[in-house]
Nanobody, 123 residues
Framework: QVQLVESGGGLVQPGDSLRLSCAASGFTLADYAIGWFRQYPGGDGREGLTCTSNKDEYPPYLHSVKGRFTISRDNAKNTVYLQMNNLKPEDTAVYYC???????????????WGQGTQVTVSS
């Protein structure tokens, strides 16, 4: 059974850092494109933040998180991470990872999703 489990969220103050984890089971994460997304409180849609793909030389980043967030993989642990630095109140959201057959970050249909982890940035 394909499963993605996010962890690492929490309540932090502005300027703090968090590292989110996305652990995969039931499939080899290294063979797939993995994306990180977030959904704002009360929002309907999910915003794409970044993605890691074997077909892209560099991961793309949403402009508002570029330079603060970094995606990485640990294939031995079948896990993808999202390092988030200099967090801001506007980063408050539920964060999700998702996997899809790797056609590059712009061409992948992310069909498998985790349950999400809450990140709250507040003083």
């Amino acid at each position: 059974q394909v499963q993605l489990v996010e962890s690492g969220g929490g309540l932090v103050q502005p300027g703090d850092s968090l590292r989110l984890s996305c652990a995969a089971s039931g499939f080899t994460l290294a063979d797939y494109a993995i994306g990180w997304f977030r959904q704002y409180p009360g929002g309907d849609g999910r915003e794409g933040l970044t993605c890691t793909s074997n077909k892209d030389e560099y991961p793309p980043y949403l402009h508002s998180v570029k330079g603060r967030f970094t995606i990485s993989r640990d294939n031995a642990k079948n896990t993808v991470y999202l390092q988030m630095n200099n967090l801001k109140p506007e980063d408050t959201a539920v964060y999700y990872c998702a996997a899809g057959v790797d056609y590059g970050c712009s061409g992948t249909d992310f069909g498998s999703w985790g349950q999400g982890t809450q990140v709250t940035v507040s003083s």
